[in-house]
């Protein structure tokens, strides 16, 4: 079955460094997703893309994140320079359509602490 | 801002007993999905309800989507060790493709 594949599955980085986290999203899906989930908390949309530009993004999405597709697999989110606060579970997710939508799978996810 | 809210945060049951988390936006939405996250795990899509009033039924659990299209619920009938985790609505406004996911309902099922 296809699934999402997330790497790394665990980051610890220390404040004020840059981390990439990158996903490789199902191949034939079109809309891809970031989202966040703090520890024991609800699951926090950060960004959608869609045709290799952002089609929607939340507060959270500050100027310390972006995001690229930077060939025809890896779908990546860098965040410039980490807070303590940006400790989370960062999940990706891609799904085939986008507001008619159909499922999103999510990849396993990757833990990032920042110290 | 958009906010789905869940009821309730926390559910203990003992097994073989029902369960039902409630899910309510503040605003109307087109769709609204259930996913499911084990614990440690990552959500995991349940079902999509799209029309007004629709119930959907899975086995043992039944969604609805309220004639407003402002709220929902699961149901788990008969709950086994197997439910165990925690179920998140998601609400797709009527514009854009932003799901909005609800704050979630924990389910632990006691045997």
């Known amino acids: 079955e296809p699934e999402v594949t997330q790497t790394p599955s665990h980051q610890v980085t220390q404040m004020g460094q840059e981390v990439i986290l990158r996903c490789v999203p199902i191949s034939n899906h079109l809309y891809f997703y970031w989202y966040r989930q703090i520890l024991g908390q609800k699951v926090e949309f950060l960004v959608s893309?869609?045709?290799?530009?952002?089609?929607?993004k939340s507060e959270i999405f500050d100027d310390q994140f972006s995001v690229e597709r930077p060939d025809g697999s890896n779908f990546t989110l860098k965040i410039r320079s980490t807070k303590l606060e940006d400790s989370a579970m960062y999940f990706c997710?891609?799904?085939?359509?986008?507001?008619?939508?159909?499922?999103?799978?999510f990849g396993q996810g990757t833990r990032l602490t920042v110290v | 801002g958009q906010q789905v809210m869940q009821i309730p945060q926390y559910q203990h049951v003992q097994e073989g007993e029902d369960f039902t988390t409630y899910c309510n936006s503040s605003?109307?939405?087109?769709?609204i999905q259930w996913y499911k996250q084990r614990p440690g795990g990552h959500p995991v899509f349940l079902i999509q309800l799209v029309k007004s009033g629709e119930v959907k039924k899975q086995k043992r659990l039944t969604f609805q989507f309220g004639e407003a299209k402002k709220n929902s619920s699961l149901h788990i009938t008969a709950t086994q060790t197997t439910d165990v985790g925690t179920y998140f609505c998601a609400g797709l406004r009527d514009t854009g493709n932003q799901f909005y996911f609800g704050t979630g309902t924990s389910l632990t099922v006691i045997p």
């Open positions: 605003t109307t939405l087109s769709n």
């Open positions: 893309f869609y045709n290799n530009e952002i089609s929607e």
């Open positions: 997710a891609s799904s085939f359509t986008g507001t008619l939508n159909t499922e999103a799978f």
